[in-house]
């Protein structure tokens, strides 16, 4: 797709898994954090092995790291098909990287200054959400985001549509861990209405693939 980011661990794009594939977590992973360079670039490392959350170091022996310029992103956002984590200093910067990305397997791990005020992250087609922030009383937790036993049959059904269009609502307040993670889903307006029901919220102009959709899912995860 056209004017997103991609992110591999090599040069060949691999087959998206299954909707209902439960996330690689401990596969090889994409690997994303603020470097301490001038500018807050980014680092992006493919690590064969989880890396503790937050050292910077470690990251930087272990696995393969190059930088990225902020000025690189693409205003679509990232197109992710495979595990990626994000160590998370300022929310700021996580909805710039992160806002309107396509990740199936999301783990977002807190490495900054709490508390964190509510702000809404949109992200497409996440299969697999980790939160974790050490310091908080919560401070690991996951969640599968996709239709399960005992939804309505409304919800189902748009879930088993190819041409369902699945947008995920976080609030980042969750680095707060005050709370249990939690989350549900409801059959949205068409998608290319988004922005009239929801005008203050960052949600894409379009879907990932260019065409408009009808079917609509919303998850709310706080």
């Known amino acids: 797709m056209s004017g997103r980011w991609r992110l591999h661990t090599n040069g060949n794009r691999r087959p998206a898994p299954p909707p209902h594939q439960s996330c690689p977590w401990g596969s090889t992973r994409q690997l994303l954090f603020t470097s301490a360079a001038p500018g807050l670039n980014l680092r992006n490392c ?11 170091a470690l990251a930087n022996s272990l696995c393969r790291c190059r930088t990225v310029l902020r000025s690189s992103l693409p205003p679509a956002g990232l197109w992710v098909s495979e595990q990626l984590t994000v160590w998370v200093k300022e929310v700021l910067l996580l909805e710039e990287l992160l806002n309107r990305s396509v990740v199936h397997h999301l783990q977002l791990s807190f490495c900054g200054i709490q508390p964190v005020d509510s702000r809404i992250l949109a992200l497409l087609g996440v299969r697999t959400l ?30 088993s549509n190819a041409s ?40 894409p102009d379009t879907p990932p693939s260019g065409e408009p959709r009808q079917n609509l899912l919303l998850t709310f995860v706080y």
Request: hydrophobic share 40%; net charge negative.
């Open 46 to 56: 493919s690590c064969s092995a989880p890396v503790r959350d937050c050292d910077e």
């Open 130 to 159: 980790r939160i974790t922030a050490p310091e908080a009383p919560y401070s690991r937790q996951e969640i599968t985001i996709a239709p399960s036993a005992g939804l309505s049959a409304e919800i189902e059904t748009a879930s």
């Open 164 to 203: 369902t269009f699945h947008l995920t609502l976080l609030d980042v307040a969750l680095f707060n861990g005050l709370s249990a993670m939690k989350a549900y889903t409801v059959v949205g307006p068409a998608a290319d209405t988004l922005s009239q029901h929801f005008p203050h919220l960052p949600f």
